[in-house]
């Protein structure tokens, strides 16, 4: 019997061209695991009306463990269009399977790792007074809060008469009083500061783990006084508790800005669900892009890990695939930390930078090329002759 269950959700797309890749890496460092295909994604919604079915949900709920691929998702009236005929009208509401797993699961805690290859062509560089360049070092965890504020789902178009007179309430609300309510849209950005406190403390607990000298909490308490005043009023709260550790905080418009200046500075960023979303991606930018971006949704007793990249529908149907498996498999080595596995993640990492830094097997992404079925023609890698290179740097 296998030591592991592991619920495997390629979802839609690009998922099921790169979620087995990463299995197969997981089989040849011996990760002993079962794998239990669950169906997730666009297909259920269309057949379904429900993009994240019950039988996925117990799935999880039994096992604890999930790899996931990617969604595609589009917006409500696009949704409702491309539903079987017999379930339009029936009152199904399109939710993000993934957003609808995070909070049925309290996966309240996101890791989002960027790390820089040596070797990438896409790596940030910094051009030098005397004509050279640098290329700073850079390794950054962004911690995002993954159930709450803007990805609550507390929104309403036309919002209900209840909610117009509680909004009215609020002097601030005046200058809204008469639009008419087809015309009037409102999301609710929701902080609590259990979920703030939990955050905050994996981070602080990570910058501890790693040696790093400070967290920074990026928010922006200066407009958004209340929910980002509570993140940030939490996160002094609890650096209290890690005298060995500064707290530094930053606006989030002025830390986009900064993170193309000194990115090597932030090893460890804390932010609400929508900033932690948007500083990810940034960062992400510096190290190769999405091909190259991992993370993990964390809760009590659940926990998912899936690429941060989309679906990338338009490249799903091409034989052979050409997308960069690397950010599925650096998500394979994040669920190796978390069970415990943390050599096998580290042979995983150590044979990625290997080919990465030896640089005869690129894709499309890394050579800057267009993709498309061109792409293997001028040189690219496909998505199976990337992990074949990263297998053999394992043997």
Known sequence: MAKHTVVSMPGDGIGNQVLPEAVRVLKAVGFDAEYVHADIGWECWINEGNALPQRTIDLLAKHKLGLFGAI????????????????????????SPI?????KFNLDICMRPCVGFLGNPLNYIRKRVDGGFDEPRIDT????????????GVEWTNPPENV?????????????????PADLAVSVRIITRPAARRIVTAAFEYAKKRGFKGV????????????????????????????????????IDA?????????????????????????????????????FAASGNIGDEVAVFEPTHGSAPKYAELNPPIVNPIAMILTAAMMLDHI??????????????????????????MMRISGGA??????????????????????
């Open 72 to 95: 595609t998702s589009k917006p409500n009236k696009e949704a409702q269009a491309e539903l079987k005929p017999e379930l339009r009208g029936k009152g199904h509401v399109y939710y």
């Open 164 to 180: 117009r007179a509680a909004l009215n309430t609020h002097p601030r609300f005046k200058a809204f009083a008469n639009v008419p």
């Open 141 to 152: 965890t962004v911690f995002r809060q993954n159930t709450e504020g803007m990805y609550a």
């Open 340 to 365: 415990g596995e943390g050599a096998r993640a580290d042979r995983i990492r150590k044979a990625i930078a290997d080919v990465v830094k030896e640089g005869k097997v690129r894709t499309y992404d």
């Open 255 to 291: 830390q986009l800005m900064w993170l193309n200046k000194n990115p090597e500075d932030y090893n460890v960023i804390v932010a609400s669900n929508l900033f932690g979303d948007i500083l990810s991606d940034a960062f992400a930018g510096l190290v190769g892009g999405l091909g």
């Open 216 to 251: 920074t909490i990026c928010e922006k308490p200066n407009v958004v006084r209340e929910t980002s005043g509570m993140m940030e009023e939490t996160a002094k709260e609890v650096a209290k508790n890690y005298p060995g550790i500064d707290l530094w905080s930053t606006n």
């Open 374 to 395: 061109k792409s293997i023609s001028q040189g690219a890698a496909s998505t199976i002759l990337m992990t074949d290179a990263i297998l053999a740097k394992l043997k």
């Open 99 to 103: 957003v609808t797993m995070r909070q």
